[in-house]
């Protein structure tokens, strides 16, 4: 009532208003229709009671939904609804759908790995892996923990459960969707797992027409970093770049695998006030650090939504017989066409390895003259000079950096050689000075296949370098009587994804996984 006599008040008063400036009769009857119209959505979108969310209720929406630790239905991993209801997969909307008005956002996103850290064929057959590992010890429910962060809408809506109870959605295949990062209001980095919170059963409150009518409460609600400050900070970042196997899963204790959150919460970046959005979502992180060590000055905040990582294997769309297609798990959604996208891919792996680039420094420290018959000695340093956190980081009992010394005389004699790689095999030098996390089963055998529900201990065959830190690692070789001087040194420091044993016993792959050049240094040796 209180409604309909404020919209009489408007339509009197603009109806005097209109006859004093003497417009016709229909001209006055349609402005007068546009202003109710206004001010009945007005009304409705700003003070009519919202809608209630579309959460699903275990047991009454979702039956035999297995939750075999507590009545957390997302546990062992941490991502949490804020009304504590799963999603229906019927309402909530796809990258496609946001594409329709940010289209270049969406461009950017769909090159990038948060599209696929669910779909990629990787990632897919790791969990395969684990769960068939556990397939006694309720193995699926366990993968909640890995999809907290790799699939989150498939766990928020109970997908991952041993009985197929919810039927499937667009949005599944997504990844980290739109969606999951624009409704989460709270965060716990220390925690780890998906430690999100995301208000998701409340966005059926816009339809297109509302988007379309009040922007701006959209973008409110869509959470703007204007509108939420969490969109701009770490803190949402280390929410799933902690990974801390719970005890649901195996163990006694808790095990911290990924620390990433914590490497930057350590550094200089965060006293700062570098946060990790300010590098990995600017156009190019490697122009970002370049300008930040040139000028010690924090470069302009841009936004992009590549989310430029490491993983150059997903984003080269010049391997052959579209081995790229096949890893990300199929082509994009969209409307993009294959070109398109595959140039898009190409340019997302060109700000990958100059991301790379950017991260280290290598330093050889050698004589000037050496003689014939004598032992020498070289140091070769790197510096972690671009990364803001610990180099490598992630999960390294995959993601490896490795240092390759080579030293020739004048004749291109070879006379040391240390870090080397078979590019028919894929296996690197096994005495080479190598970044890399052993992971040991109950039975200390070592794991390279990534089933983290299994491990019983780890260790580094070399510590990670923290972010401004360095590593210096000493070499000797003979100089043999006949060495041609003057000697050349020659360092590169290398990259790799992952273990060529994952490749082969986990993918089934007849595909060497090649490394990149992070970075290269060289100087020569007189000989006396």
Same mark, same amino acid.
């Given at each position: ?109 769909? #090159?990038?790995?948060? $599209?696929?850290?669910?779909?990629? *064929?990787?990632?897919? %057959? &790791?969990? @395969?892996?684990?769960? +068939? =590992? ?34 499937? #959605?667009?949005?599944? $295949?997504?990844?980290?969707?739109? *969606?999951?990062?624009? %409704? &989460?209001? @709270?965060?716990?980095? +220390? =925690? ?337």
């Amino acid at each position: 009532m209180r409604l309909a006599l404020i919209s009489e008040d408007w339509r009197i008063s603009y109806t005097i208003q209109l006859k004093k400036l003497r417009l016709n009769k229909p001209t006055r009857f349609l402005l007068i229709g546009g202003v109710i119209s206004a001010i009945a959505l007005f009304a409705a979108i700003f003070l009519l009671p919202k809608p209630q969310g579309t959460g699903q209720v275990l047991n009454e929406d979702i039956p035999f939904y297995s939750m075999p630790w507590n009545d957390n239905p997302f546990a062992p991993g941490n991502m949490q609804t804020t009304d504590g209801k799963l999603l229906n997969n019927a309402d909530i909307p796809s990258a496609e759908f946001c594409a329709q008005c940010h289209q270049p956002e969406y461009r950017e996103w769909i #090159s990038s790995i948060h $599209a696929v850290t669910g779909p990629d *064929i990787i990632y897919e %057959t &790791a969990i @395969s892996n684990n769960e +068939l =590992a556990h397939k006694n010890r309720h193995g699926t429910e366990k993968i909640r923990w890995c999809d907290s962060c790799h699939e989150p809408v498939n766990l928020l809506m109970g997908e991952i459960n041993p009985l197929p109870v919810v039927g499937p #959605s667009p949005v599944t $295949a997504e990844g980290t969707t739109c *969606i999951v990062c624009h %409704t &989460a209001v @709270s965060a716990d980095p +220390l =925690a780890g797992n998906g430690a999100l919170t995301l208000d998701i059963n409340n966005i059926n409150d816009y339809t297109e027409a509302l988007i379309m009518a009040a922007p701006a409460e959209h973008a409110r609600a869509m959470q703007a970093k204007s509108h939420n400050p969490l969109m701009g900070s770490s803190d949402f970042c280390g929410a799933c770049h902690t990974e801390i196997r719970p005890v649901e899963v195996n163990g006694n204790e808790p095990m911290h695998l990924q620390n990433t959150f914590e490497e930057w919460q350590d550094s200089e970046y965060a006293e700062k006030n570098i946060q990790c959005q300010d590098c990995h979502m600017h156009p190019d992180p490697a122009a970002f650090i370049s300008q930040l060590n040139e000028t010690g000055q924090i470069p302009e905040r841009i936004v992009s939504h590549r989310f430029v990582g490491v993983n150059y294997l997903l984003t080269d769309s010049n391997l052959p017989s579209n081995l790229v297609t096949y890893l990300r798990g199929g082509l994009p959604p969209g409307g993009i066409s294959t070109d398109e996208w595959k140039a898009d891919l190409l340019e997302q792996n060109r700000l990958i390895l100059d991301l790379l680039q950017a991260a280290a420094d290598l330093s050889i420290s050698a004589p000037e003259s050496v003689s014939p018959n004598s032992t020498a000695n070289l140091d070769v340093t790197i510096a972690n000079s671009g990364a803001g956190h610990s180099l490598p980081t992630g999960p390294l009992d995959q993601r490896h950096m490795w240092l390759e010394v080579k030293v020739t005389d004048a004749a291109g004699k070879a006379l040391y050689h240390s870090g080397w790689f078979d590019d028919k095999t894929g296996q690197v030098d096994p005495n080479a000075v190598i970044y890399l996390k052993i992971l040991t089963d109950k039975n200390g055998a070592p794991i390279y296949e990534h089933i983290l529900f299994d491990v019983e201990k780890y260790h580094y065959t070399r510590d990670p370098i923290p972010a401004k830190a360095s590593d210096t690692i000493p070499y000797s070789f003979t100089v043999p009587a006949d060495a041609q001087g003057p000697l050349k040194v020659e360092t590169t420091l290398w990259y790799r994804l992952a273990l060529q044993e994952f490749v082969i016993y986990s993918l089934k792959m007849d595909v060497i996984l090649p490394p990149v050049m992070m970075e290269q240094a060289s100087a020569e040796i007189s000989t006396r």
